[in-house]
């Protein structure tokens, strides 16, 4: 719950249950991207028993402070501005302002970024994303 809130007030620009709690200045600074153009290459692990590589990265995407950012739309899935992140026990969060959508997996399975996490926070998107995707081609 505690990290739901978080990517909630993440997507209301500081916001939640209408408290501010980061200014708006702040949410954009950590949503933008800080990297210009410099490739964000797949990020290659430094201790393989606790990480594969981030395959989950494709190399279009930027980084803001904490937070990779999509600059590519991958049919399908999110759009062009979402930004999230993963951490070590393959959690996965994402913030789509242009679908005003948050969403939190937590898989608590090691190591982070396996193919099988992977497929799986692959198909969780694809299903939060169906009804978004079938709207767009009607």
């Known amino acids: 719950p505690d990290y739901t809130r978080l990517v909630r007030c993440l997507l209301r620009g500081g916001e939640l249950d209408g408290v501010r ?22 990020q290659r692990t430094a201790v393989a028993a606790r990480s594969n590589d981030f395959i989950f990265m494709d190399g279009s995407q930027r980084f803001g402070f904490g937070v990779m950012i999509e600059t590519q739309q991958h049919r399908g899935k999110r759009e062009i501005g979402a930004y999230g992140w993963g951490g070590i026990v393959n959690t996965y969060f994402w913030v789509d302002p242009a679908r005003d959508l948050a969403s939190v997996l937590m898989l608590q399975l090691a190591p982070f970024a396996s193919r099988p996490a992977v497929g799986v926070l692959d198909a969780f998107e694809v299903a939060v994303y169906k009804d978004f995707w079938e709207e767009k081609s009607e």
């Open 21 to 42: 709690l980061l200014s708006e200045a702040a949410t954009s600074e950590i949503t933008r991207n800080q990297i210009g153009d410099h490739p964000a290459r797949m």
